[in-house]
C-alpha cells in the first residue's frame, strides 16, 4: 500500500513529513554539495533569493532536517551535507518526474552498424562523457538466447554466408567457399530448412547439430547442410558474462572521490566481476530506473558510492542493462536522464537487429 502523503507537507525518506520549505533547502544543500563537495553554510541558503528566509528560519529547518536523518552535521562549525537519506529523498522526486530534455551528445548507433559488440562500446564511451562517471554495459547472457532466425545468402557464385540472429539480438556470420558455383534454389531451400530445424532451440543446446541432420535429406542437400553447419557449432563459445566498461580515468581525473580508497574499492570490484554481474542482474528485474546509494548496497565494495542503471532489450524482454556508477555526491537529474535516454536507444538498436539484420 503507497504511503499517505500529509496534506501540509511531504513525506520523507526518514518515515516523516518535511514542509515544502524544507524540501527547497534539501534541494538546495543536495545541488551545492553536489557541485562543491564542501558542506553548505546557512548563510549561504540565507542569502538565496529563492528561500527569501530569514538566517533563524533557515537554521531552524537545517535543524529538522537534520533530525529527520535527512542532513548531516559534520563538524560543530561546519554546514550541513545531506545523508543517503536526503540523496534518496531527492532521487525518487527524480524518478517520479517525467523524462526531460534530450540528450546532448546521442549516442551514435547507425542503421548500418550491425555488431551488438560495438554498439555497447558505443554506449559505454558516450555514456560515460555524458556524466563524468564510470559507465558499465553488460552484454546479453549468450546462454539464455535462442536461435531466432537463419539467412543464408549467396555473396558470390561459389560463396555462401550464413547469418544466425538470436534471441538476444546477437548476429553470427560464418563463410563457406565452394569450388563451383551453388545453384540458388539450393541456397534458398537451406534457409528455410535451417529455420524449420533450430529456430527457436537454445544456441548452446547439445541437440543443435542433430537437428541439422535429417535421415530423410537426399544426398545433394545433406552434403550442402554439412558444410554449413559450422556456423552453429560456436555460438555458445562466448557465453560468459561480458561488460564493456569506460571511464576509470575520467571518474579519477574529475576528483569526484573523497579518498582513493572509494576508488580502490570500485576498481577491485570491476577487476572481481561477480559480485558486480550479480548487482546488475537484479537491474533486469527493475520496471525503470534503478538507483542505489552508499549503505542501500548490499554489495560491500559499493556501500560508499551510487549505482545508477536500467535494462535495455527487446519488446517484453530485457537483455542486458546500462550503467553508471560513481561517488554518491553525483548529479543524479544528469545521470538518470542519460542512463535512462541510452538504454532507450540501445533497446532500439537491438530491436532493430532483431527485426531486420540479415
Known amino acids: 500500500m503507497p504511503k499517505q502523503r500529509h496534506p501540509a507537507g511531504v513525506d520523507a525518506a526518514a518515515g516523516g513529513v518535511i514542509s515544502p520549505r524544507q524540501e527547497a533547502i534539501l534541494h538546495k544543500v543536495v545541488a551545492s554539495y553536489t557541485a562543491t563537495g564542501q558542506p553548505v553554510a546557512s548563510k549561504t541558503l540565507a542569502a538565496d533569493p529563492d528561500l527569501a528566509s530569514a538566517p533563524s528560519t533557515i537554521r531552524n529547518e537545517l535543524a529538522q532536517l537534520e533530525e529527520q536523518g535527512l542532513l548531516a552535521h559534520p563538524h560543530t562549525s561546519a554546514g550541513r551535507i545531506p545523508t543517503d537519506a536526503g540523496q534518496r529523498y531527492v532521487v525518487d522526486r527524480l524518478l517520479a518526474s517525467p523524462p526531460g530534455h534530450a540528450l546532448t551528445a546521442p549516442v551514435a548507433l547507425s542503421p548500418t552498424r550491425r555488431e551488438l559488440d560495438d554498439a555497447l562500446r558505443v554506449t559505454t564511451e558516450t555514456l560515460s562523457e555524458m556524466t563524468n562517471l564510470l559507465a558499465i554495459a553488460s552484454a546479453p547472457a549468450v546462454e539464455r538466447a535462442t536461435i531466432h532466425r537463419v539467412e543464408v545468402l549467396t555473396l558470390q557464385p561459389g560463396v555462401v554466408m550464413v547469418v544466425v540472429i538470436t534471441s538476444a539480438g546477437g548476429v553470427s556470420k ?54 554449413l553447419a559450422g556456423a552453429f557449432s560456436d555460438l555458445a563459445g562466448g557465453a560468459e558474462d561480458v561488460l564493456y566498461v569506460d571511464g576509470t580515468s575520467r571518474l579519477l581525473g574529475a576528483h569526484r572521490f573523497t579518498s582513493l580508497e572509494e576508488y580502490g574499492q570500485l576498481m577491485a570490484l570491476i577487476e572481481e566481476r561477480v559480485a558486480l554481474m550479480e548487482l546488475l542482474r537484479r537491474v533486469l528485474g527493475e520496471r525503470g530506473v534503478y538507483v542505489r546509494i552508499g549503505h542501500e548496497n548490499d554489495v560491500p565494495g559499493l556501500q ?5 542503471a536500467s535494462g535495455y532489450g527487446i519488446t517484453q524482454r530485457k537483455l542486458g542493462t546500462v550503467s553508471v556508477i560513481g561517488p554518491v555526491r553525483m548529479d543524479y537529474a544528469v545521470a538518470i536522464e542519460s542512463v ?12 532493430d537487429v532483431y527485426d531486420n539484420a540479415v
Open 174 to 227: 560464418f563463410l563457406r567457399t565452394f569450388e563451383a558455383p551453388v545453384d540458388p534454389g539450393l541456397v534458398a531451400w537451406a534457409g528455410e530448412y535451417l529455420n524449420e530445424r533450430v529456430g527457436g532451440l537454445p544456441v548452446g543446446a547439445r541437440m543443435l547439430g542433430q537437428r541439422l541432420a535429417d535421415p530423410e535429406l537426399g544426398p545433394r542437400e545433406r552434403a550442402f547442410i554439412d558444410q
Open 304 to 308: 560508499s558510492l551510487a549505482v545508477v
Open 340 to 351: 535512462r535516454a541510452v538504454a532507450g536507444q540501445l533497446s532500439r538498436f537491438v530491436q
